[in-house]
């Protein structure tokens, strides 16, 4: 089966950019996170969604970050506008249903560089 | 969001030896609580996961928790070059910044 599954791999964008990363878990997992990866900060939770509701978002940094889960099987985190200090990992997880705090599977990360 | 502490390291043990890794936590209503192992340049994946006061095995991996302190810890016993990693303490969804494990030949 597929693990959760994220595009671009990598994204090189100038400040001012919008930049759209997406995400596709794995199917039947009904939640699903977004964090943020950096040598600085470490792995920060930004928001995440059950079952395409978000129901933490106190992470997202800033206006400027937005996030959405139309679906089961996508869900993608916006930048707009982008600056420097956005460059990061990416990193988008799923969890399957079940107990309140499962396993997260991980997939390989959107590495984001703003110049 | 919640806090976890790690040592950042880097933490070196000879291999063979037994690699020891810490965190604690500040939530203590937390019921969660997992190790995972990062390679350089790859995504997190768990190794361990622990609910209950005590330690859980598996393997050459023990993982030990105490709610009363609000500590968890990983063992790592007859450590190998292919151990060495970064291992991330998560308590619930909140990852601590890791401690980098290098297990020399």
């Known amino acids: 089966d597929a693990g959760v599954i994220q595009s671009p791999r990598h994204e090189v964008t100038e400040m001012g950019q919008e930049v759209t990363l997406r995400c596709k878990p794995i199917?039947?997992?009904?939640?699903l996170f977004w964090y943020r990866q950096t040598m600085m900060r470490g792995l920060e939770l930004l928001i995440y969604?059950?079952?395409?509701?978000?129901?933490?978002d106190s992470g997202m940094p800033e206006d400027r970050f937005s996030a959405k889960m139309p679906n089961a099987s996508f869900s993608t985190l916006k930048i707009q506008p982008s600056e420097p200090r956005d460059s990061a990992v990416y990193f988008c997880?799923?969890?399957?249903?079940?107990?309140?705090?499962?396993?997260?599977?991980f997939g390989p990360g959107t590495r984001l560089t703003v110049l | 969001q919640k806090e976890v502490e790690q040592n950042s390291g880097p933490l070196s043990v000879p291999e063979g030896a037994i690699a020891s890794l810490n965190c604690t936590y500040s939530?203590?209503?937390?019921?969660?609580f997992f190790w995972y192992r990062q390679y350089s340049g790859k995504s997190p994946e768990l190794i361990m996961s622990?609910?209950?006061?005590g330690d859980k095995e598996d393997g050459r991996f023990t993982a030990q928790l105490n709610k009363a302190s609000q500590y968890v810890s990983l063992l790592i016993r007859d450590s190998q070059p292919s151990d060495s990693a970064t291992y991330l303490c998560?308590?619930?969804?909140?990852f601590g910044s890791g401690t980098k494990l290098n297990v020399k030949p």
């Open positions: 997880a799923s969890t399957p249903p079940g107990q309140t705090y499962n396993e997260q599977f």
């Open positions: 199917s039947g997992h009904n939640s």
């Open positions: 969604f059950n079952n395409n509701v978000p129901i933490d």
């Open positions: 939530d203590r209503v937390s019921q969660s």
């Open positions: 622990i609910y209950s006061n």
């Open positions: 998560a308590v619930s969804f909140y």
